[in-house]
């Protein structure tokens, strides 16, 4: 009796197979549409996605940015008929898996090293959530907009920060942390100036910016807001 070949969840989710499919996206170019019907869940091989919502009111916001080895679209498994936002690649050669809906069920349910990968995404999503809101909520304008540099930098997951690959413009970087461009603006120079950050048509991240996130005292929010305030 042949033994059955084992199940490796990456490369299932790098081949092409029955419900599932493989595209490349360009810089810019919209993966799917606020309002759209969700039928499929989509997973980063290679670039990043910019995920945008827009109110009644016409106002966009960008909610987050994904990278390699993340899953998105993940609602239609929850009941949600109709995307919540629209997703964009940030950069050229993106690569994104998509599989269907009943294709995706049937993974989960058949293949446990598969379902441990989907809930082990989950769980760190949520962590993520529940931080970018203790985020919003406790910290200053400028200590959003380091955390925010680090994480877009990978910092943590090998060791040390990567290059920042895409172009994030500063009002997409204030629209992530809820401020002001011209704030954005003054605490990047002050980053550079510093010596946290590399700002040359590309962000480079060092560690040091790490040391300022962990060591940012109290009143800097309040002297950050009575600025804002102005």
Do not use: W
Not at 87 to 114: G, Q, S, W, Y
Not at 142 to 168: D, H, M, Q, W
């Amino acid at each position: 009796m042949r033994k059955k070949a084992s199940f490796v969840p990456k490369i299932f989710l790098a081949k092409v197979g029955e419900g599932k499919t493989i595209s490349k996206y360009r810089k810019d170019q919209i993966v799917f549409s606020q309002g759209e019907a969700a039928d499929a869940v989509f997973y980063i091989q290679q670039g990043k996605v910019k995920l945008t919502v827009v109110s009644q009111q016409g106002k966009e916001a960008v909610v987050a940015i994904l990278g390699p080895g993340h899953f998105f679209g993940e609602g239609c498994l929850n009941g949600h008929p109709l995307r919540i936002a629209t997703t964009r690649a940030v950069d050229d050669d993106c690569v994104i898996t998509r599989l269907e809906k009943a294709t995706m069920i049937a993974t989960i349910h058949n293949e446990p090293e598969f379902s441990e990968l989907f809930m082990s995404y989950l769980l760190t999503r949520n962590s993520r959530i529940e931080e970018d809101l203790i985020d919003q909520l406790f910290n200053s304008s400028e200590k959003r907009l380091a955390r925010l540099l680090l994480l877009l930098a990978n910092f943590g997951k090998e060791g040390r920060p990567e290059p920042i690959v895409g172009k994030f413009s500063q009002e997409m970087l204030a629209e992530m942390i809820g401020t002001t461009r011209s704030r954005v603006s003054f605490f990047m120079n002050k980053f550079r100036k510093l010596g946290f950050i590399e700002y040359n048509g590309k962000i480079e991240v060092h560690k040091s910016l790490l040391n300022m996130v962990l060591h940012e005292k109290p009143e800097i929010k309040r002297r950050d807001e009575a600025i804002s305030a102005e």
